[in-house]
């Protein structure tokens, strides 16, 4: 099983910026589909971005322009840069892996605050 540790949350004004990063466990994180998630309070978790094996990206029409997700395959890592952060961009944000073979893996997930 795959393990997925999240990072670079906490609490930061409109505006602002944070990076989120996420560390995967094992040998096949170069092989995956990576993607971060999140879930305001009484809504559902819905996708935030991905990005496939051969780095090709993806993102929500709500956070183009302003998020970036990236893949560091020499460090297991997958990143996800936040800028102009609004409140409505408040939520718990996870870390996903999906492997080829099937394996689906979440990480704990890590705090956004951003006050209004």
């Known amino acids: 099983q795959v393990q997925l540790e999240e990072s670079g949350g906490g609490l930061v004004q409109a505006g602002g910026s944070l990076r989120l990063s996420c560390l995967a466990s094992g040998s096949i994180f170069r092989i995956s589909i990576m993607g971060w998630y999140r879930q305001a309070p009484g809504k559902q978790r819905e996708l935030v971005a991905g990005i496939t094996r051969d780095f090709t990206t993806n993102y929500t029409d709500s956070v183009k322009g302003r998020f970036t997700i990236s893949r560091d395959n020499a460090k297991n890592t997958v990143y996800l840069q936040m800028n102009s952060l609004k409140p409505e961009d408040t939520a718990v944000y996870y870390c996903?892996?999906?492997?080829?073979?099937?394996?689906?893996?979440w990480g704990k997930g890590t705090l956004v605050i951003v006050p209004s």
């Open positions: 996903n892996l999906k492997s080829p073979s099937g394996i689906d893996s």
